[in-house]
């Protein structure tokens, strides 16, 4: 039965790759899209930061997931697997086609349509789908809001300055703001996983507290995420650096900056936020402070429809694998 438990554990830190390929973009779309760094140099900045994020920030985000969308002790192998064969393809799909959806959520609906299948509807956890809600509505306005007041504050204060100056200092610090949102993300979605192969073990009985972190689940965890970050995604990385606007070093401190802020809050309540909603926001706030057309806002309803089918697709898509393990098992 332990072959199962280390299959589905393999299958958890493929998806926390996955999760780092299509999110790569989060993290570095505006320091490339300003041309400030590389796209080489960019994930591996990013990377980095992504690994030592869990290490920093804690594993509240984990025991949500662990514990706050259902009960532990209500779950079993196959419906993880159903979850995490859920999130995967939903991931991988949309990397495809460069849309950056929410990781996150494709993994809690992979486990609330896991959860339907295997113990039904009513004994879903409110705790974990109440976080989960307030991520998404707060993440993507939060990030806008804080984007446009930052690059707002930018352009008062640095009104008189000449602009070529004002790039370049924006530059240099876009390295600073880059790690930063890196960092958070790694802190956030980094942790997603964790919780998930804590409930493999937990499930298996080979730990009895789901507060329980081992420490070599947190590396684990941490380096799929890093790797898949440092090979990410460059469909997604040219949608959000350069199709939803053209950003200046300072619009893209501001969005890194007023993004990773929403992200580290979120961290620190346990809230299992999207990364994707945080920066998008934050990149359209801080576009749009020159003026509204600056930002391509057909691309953004493209990618906010991304998001609102995103959980109950990988739920239905959870849902029936779920069914059909159960079945012949």
Not at 197 to 204: A, D, K, P, T, Y
Not at 205 to 227: F, M
Not at 293 to 306: E, H, P
Request: hydrophobic fraction near 55%; proline fraction near 3%; charged fraction near 10%.
């Amino acid at each position: 039965m332990y072959e199962l438990a280390i299959g589905a554990i393999i299958a958890a830190l493929i998806f926390d790759f996955v999760n780092g390929f299509n999110d790569a973009a989060n993290s570095v779309a505006t320091v490339i899209g300003t041309r400030v760094l590389k796209p080489i140099y960019a994930v591996l900045l990013s990377a980095v930061a992504n690994f030592a994020g869990p290490f920093i920030f804690g594993v509240a985000v984990a025991m949500t997931i662990s514990k706050g969308i259902i009960n532990p002790d209500d779950v079993t192998i196959y419906m993880i697997l159903g979850g995490l064969s859920a999130a995967i393809t939903w991931g991988a799909l949309c990397t495809h086609f460069g849309l950056p959806i929410s990781n996150s959520h494709s993994l809690i609906g992979g486990l609330i349509g896991a959860g339907i299948a295997g113990v039904g509807i009513e004994n879903l956890l409110l705790d974990g789908m109440t976080k989960t809600l307030t991520g998404i509505i707060v993440s993507p306005l939060g990030g806008m809001a804080i984007g446009f007041l930052f690059a707002g504050i930018i352009i008062a204060v640095f009104a008189s300055k000449p602009p070529q100056k004002v790039n370049y200092s924006f530059g240099k610090l876009q390295l600073i703001s880059s790690a930063w949102f890196a960092l958070t993300h790694g802190a956030n979605d980094g942790q997603k996983v964790m919780g998930i192969i804590v409930l493999i073990l937990f499930s298996e009985g080979l730990i009895t507290d789901v507060t329980d972190v081992p420490i070599w689940v947190i590396l684990a965890a941490a380096s799929a995420i890093a790797l898949g970050t440092f090979f990410g995604g460059y469909k997604v990385i040219k949608t959000l650096g350069m199709k939803i606007a053209r950003l200046r070093p300072y619009q893209g401190f501001a969005a890194e900056t007023g993004g990773g802020i929403v992200l580290a809050i979120f961290a620190f309540f346990g809230i299992p936020a999207s990364t994707t909603h945080a920066i998008t926001g934050s990149i359209m706030g801080a576009g749009a402070v020159r003026r509204k057309r600056a930002v391509r806002w057909g691309v953004g309803k493209r990618i906010v429809f991304a998001w609102l089918i995103t959980i109950p697709g990988a739920a239905a898509i959870a849902y029936v694998v779920t069914i059909v393990i159960n079945f012949f098992v």
